[in-house]
């Protein structure tokens, strides 16, 4: 079993849809949640960031984490064509030094 | 501000050759990693640093090199190009700390053995 397993998709949506994107892990000593986007051909950037359990909102993403179930979600509200990338799930246990566990991204296709 | 610059863009090697994948951050942050990416594997650790002087393998380390003579550049060495390591390199740094938060990533590199 891998630590992070994550829908690879592809996900197509119309514009305008609700979309939700989730990361299931087995490690219970994650505490720090990320979301990446992923552009083609383009490096990763930080798209959300969280700490322990609990939701966490920032304009038309919201994330959202469950240490219990070990599950994390990614919603897109509104979704928009420029909203199209891969999504990429990240976790640290937050040690110094720790490194980060990448699942390995779903790719969403928001259509006109 | 240029962030994480990763040399080159694309490369094509031929089995067997080995060759240098240049990585610099100008934010001084502790932390550098290497990662490549695969489809269906996502990133997966190469290599990664806490510091100059300081170096540590990761997941797939087998048949990459790396050293951390100064904060600012983390260089990876492919010793023997193999096909298995077609892929695609991404360099990234962040603050470490006791909170690892936020990774930055470079544009990445391209890379195909024949």
């Known amino acids: 079993q891998k630590e992070v397993e994550q829908d690879p998709g592809p996900l197509s949506v119309p514009e305008g849809a609700i979309v939700s994107l989730n990361c299931t892990y087995s490690?219970?000593?994650?505490?720090?949640f990320m979301w990446y986007r992923q552009y083609s051909r383009k490096g990763p950037e930080l798209l959300m960031y969280t700490y322990s359990s609990g939701n966490k909102e920032d304009g038309r993403f919201t994330a959202q984490v469950d240490k219990s179930s070990k599950y994390i979600s990614l919603f897109i509200r509104d979704s928009q064509p420029s909203d199209s990338a891969t999504y990429l799930c990240?976790?640290?246990?937050?040690?110094?030094?720790?490194?980060?566990?990448f699942g390995p991204g779903t790719r969403l296709s928001v259509l006109p | 501000n240029a962030g994480v610059t990763q040399t080159p863009k694309f490369q094509v090697l031929k089995t067997g050759q080995s060759m240098t994948l240049q990585c610099a951050q100008d934010?001084?942050?502790?932390?550098m990693s290497w990662y490549r990416q695969d489809p269906g594997m996502g990133l997966r650790l190469i290599h990664y640093s806490v510091g100059a002087g300081i170096t540590d393998q990761g997941e797939v380390p087998n048949g990459y090199n790396v050293s951390r003579s100064t904060t600012e550049d983390f260089p990876l060495r492919l010793l023997s190009a193999a096909p298995s390591q077609t892929s695609v390199y991404f360099c990234a740094s962040s603050y470490g700390g006791i909170v690892n938060t936020e990774a930055f990533f470079g544009q990445g590199t391209r890379l195909t053995v024949v």
């Open positions: 490690n219970s000593a994650f505490q720090y």
């Open positions: 990240a976790m640290s246990a937050g040690n110094y030094g720790q490194n980060f566990v």
């Open positions: 934010m001084n942050h502790e932390y």
